[in-house]
């Protein structure tokens, strides 16, 4: 029997989704990978991509009863939230009007619910905001105990309930190198009922950074990780279970030293990522551990086996998520040279193998797989890639894949050529329009007031310079044409004869070159930072 295939397990469902590469299987480490069975995954465009996912690193993905709920960073700043009904086509789910920042998203059985941290009011505090679904959130609920330096730290909910894992974040206790806060707060929710006071537990902790932390919920109760670092070191490293969320004990296992990379629970049990200690990996490539229970009858944790890279490759695991027929970790493989996106599969939590997607769709080279989920047979995995010298931020990327008997998968497009341009795209200080058969407005402003300048001028709500012209497709996505009117004479940029330019962009945008004018414009009110009015 294969190392990688259990009896009466659902192991070639699972495997369907990708291109086998290597097998590491619990104790014996040295048995052959089996034979390459699978399909690609099917990666969107970036092109096709909302103007919201420019700068986005997502953190977490969750299934909720209407698709899909991302949380991550954008261009540096927390809370980003986008929801899809299909893993295709992605609109903002923000909480609007609130002043609550998320930091951290936990789902089960399709209901979703966002932890994080209130400004509204002057007062800050930890709460809690349950998802209504078609981008929709409850009503806040405040964290009992809450103060003003609490840090979220991680979230997660399941058939027991949801649990909440913040830092006091505290006062600094002095200068220089003191530690800041000195207790993990756990907070927990059972059966739908208001969260309870929080558990504390010492955990000091550097000022300029949080602990590490991961939360599971299963039908065992809650189990809550957290490593802790101060000036001298590691200063804790907890492992705390508890059946009901009131009463906490330290938990013998898994206790390994390392974070948490992930934690899930699926129909065939829990599972638990650790990662490798950096610090580790100048002796020899970092291996990512699992951990299990529920499989097969145990109940305790057991050790499974470790998520390996290719040779000299360090693993790098970001999320485990339950599937269909068992687990996909996602994260990636780097070595000296390079990092590469990486995906393993396994059928019960304990034996994993290295995926690949197939070359064509497969996951792009030097990208971090940083979030999975599946819904309905479609699976969302996202990835980021590192800034080149030019850009302020690396490129998002979204996968889709198809489970067995899932949706097929559908890749959102504008289409191509005209039709790709067609409709009104905006920047703060110009407009362009293209209508189908590629006749265009361009409006920008000209600074002259019209209070005190004549016209053209521009009078507070439209600009005053005016061009028109035609664009005819040069390629699928870029359009080439003239200007064939302009209203300002003299202009020795935008005038009649002028070229025009227009190419499409990433995160759906377009490229503007016309005369000496070069802009990225957006769709009307997108709240691109590209499009922002730069002129104050």
């Known amino acids: 029997m294969s190392p990688c295939r259990a009896p009466g397990r659902l192991l070639p469902l699972l495997f369907s989704l990708a291109l ?15 034979g390459p069975v699978g399909t690609a995954w099917t990666r969107i465009p970036v092109n096709d991509l909302p103007t919201g996912f420019y700068g986005f690193d997502a953190k977490t993905v969750v299934a909720s009863d209407d698709g899909f709920v991302v949380l991550g960073r954008n261009l540096g700043s927390d809370g980003a939230l986008f929801r899809s009904a299909d893993g295709a086509v992605w609109k903002a789910a923000g909480l609007r009007g609130d002043g609550v920042t998320v930091k951290a998203l936990a789902g089960y059985g399709g209901s979703v619910v966002a932890a994080g941290l209130d400004f509204g009011g002057g007062d800050v505090a930890p709460v809690v905001v349950p998802y209504r679904g078609k981008g929709k959130w409850g009503r806040t609920e405040k964290l009992p105990g809450g103060v003003a330096t609490d840090e979220v730290l991680a979230a997660a909910s399941g058939p027991s309930g949801t649990v909440v894992v913040g830092h006091d974040g ?17 907070w927990a929710s059972v059966a739908g009922k208001p969260f309870g006071t929080p558990y504390r537990v010492g ?18 109760g809650f189990t809550v990780w957290a490593r802790c670092s101060d000036p001298q070191g590691v200063s804790a490293v907890l492992v705390l279970a508890s059946e009901d969320g009131r009463v906490w004990r330290p938990k013998s296992g898994p206790r390994t030293g390392d974070p948490v990379s992930g934690a899930a ?45 290719g040779k000299g490759e360090s693993v790098e695991p970001a999320q485990v998520v339950p599937v269909a027929g068992g687990y996909l970790a996602v994260g ?26 197939a070359a064509r769709g497969g996951f792009a080279p030097a990208v971090r797989l940083t979030a999975a989920a599946e819904h309905h047979g479609t699976v969302v995995v996202f990835g980021t890639e590192p800034p080149g010298p030019s850009q302020v931020s690396g490129r998002t990327h979204v996968w889709l894949g198809r489970l067995p008997g899932g949706p097929a998968v559908r ?7 005209l039709r790709a ?9 110009a407009s362009l329009e293209i209508t189908p058969k590629g006749d265009f407005t361009f409006r920008y402003r000209l600074y002259n007031d019209c209070a005190r300048d004549a016209p053209p001028c521009d009078d507070g709500t439209d600009w005053g310079g005016l061009a028109t012209g035609t664009v005819r497709e040069e390629s699928a996505d870029v359009l080439r044409g003239t200007v064939a009117s302009a209203n300002v004479r003299g202009d020795k940029n935008i005038r009649a004869g002028a070229r025009v330019v227009v190419e499409r962009e990433p995160y ?23 499009c922002a009015d730069v002129h104050g």
């Open 20 to 34: 086998l590469t290597s097998c590491q299987g619990g104790a014996d480490d040295s048995k052959p990978a089996p």
């Open 170 to 186: 505290g006062e600094f206790d002095g200068l220089g190198d003191r530690p800041r806060g000195h207790s993990l707060r756990v």
């Open 203 to 220: 955990c000091p902790q550097w000022a300029d950074r949080p602990p590490e932390a991961g939360a599971l919920a299963d039908r065992h």
């Open 265 to 309: 629970f699926g129909a065939d049990g829990s599972v638990v990522m650790t990662a490798a200690d950096g610090r580790r990996r100048l002796a020899a490539p970092a291996r990512s551990r699992s951990w299990s229970r529920d499989v097969e009858g145990a109940t305790e944790w057991e050790r499974g086996g470790q998520l390996v890279g």
């Open 332 to 357: 990636a493989v780097q070595d000296e040279r390079r990092v590469a996106a990486a995906a393993w599969v396994s059928d019960d939590g304990v034996r994993w193998a290295r995926a690949k997607g």
């Open 411 to 417: 890749v959102p497009s504008r289409g191509s050529g």
């Open 421 to 429: 341009f067609q409709g009104l795209w905006d920047w703060a200080g």
């Open 508 to 530: 759906g945008a377009i490229g503007l070159t016309v005369g000496g004018f070069l802009s990225t414009l957006c769709v009307p009110e997108s709240q691109d930072p590209r």
